[in-house]
T-cell receptor, first 114, second 108 residues
């Protein structure tokens, strides 16, 4: 399985600011994803991070609010822009295993917006 | 209707008990199925895949019923360390869909 690290592990931000979360994988992976998990809820897919092209966003998520970069096969960033308290959540980076079936998750970034 | 539905629980069971979780999915085109475990304030981790013929891993047994679009997880001889939230996950054409999870607490 891939080893995934995320930075920061947690942050507290002011309303109207932005936070950029980094995701680093210890091996090259084709499929990389960003999820959000709100308190007591399950995971919601924000977007698929595509290497060398624009991310593919799920319904309800837009690039202006959640810009994503994927410069290579081991790294991605998610920015949560113009923060509001409703953005308080855990954001998780995820990769698909080599077999294309199983998914592995980073430790998550806990964001609190005041 | 959610694509993957689970009983949220919580299930509170004594050590040594047998507990079963159920999950239903709405899309018959779903191809592969998994159970993940998520501990409090941690990321989800793969517990086991679910195969059509059913499969067992130690104290854990997973079953799939494609006709009824139903998946189950059975935990025998529950341990305190089994306390966690169990997520049912369905892969449909490369899209992984997560259930909201079933919370289990095993008590001494």
């Amino acid at each position: 399985s891939a080893v995934i690290s995320q930075k920061p592990s947690r942050d507290i931000c002011q309303r109207g600011t932005s936070l950029t979360i980094q995701c680093q994988v210890d091996s090259q992976v084709t499929m990389m994803f960003w999820y959000r998990q709100q308190p007591g809820q399950s995971l919601t897919l924000i977007a698929t991070a595509n290497q060398g092209s624009e991310a593919t966003y799920e319904s309800g998520f837009v690039i202006d609010k959640f810009p994503i970069s994927r410069p290579n096969l081991t790294f991605s960033t998610l920015t949560v822009s113009n923060l509001s308290p409703e953005d308080s959540s855990i954001y998780l980076c995820s990769v698909r295993g080599a077999g294309g079936n199983e998914q592995f998750f980073g430790p998550g970034t806990r964001l609190t917006v005041l | 209707r959610k694509e993957v539905e689970q009983d949220p629980g919580p299930f509170n069971v004594p050590e040594g008990a047998t507990v079963a979780f159920n999950c239903t999915y709405s899309n018959s085109a779903s191809q592969s199925f998994f159970w993940y475990r998520q501990d409090c304030r941690k990321e989800p981790k793969l517990l086991m895949s679910v195969y059509s013929s059913g499969n067992e891993d130690g104290r854990f047994t997973a079953q799939l019923n494609r006709a009824s679009q139903y998946i189950s997880l059975l935990i025998r001889d529950s341990k305190l360390s089994d306390s966690a939230t169990y997520l049912c996950v369905v892969n449909r054409g490369g899209d992984m869909r997560f259930g909201a999870g079933t919370r289990l607490t095993v008590k001494p």
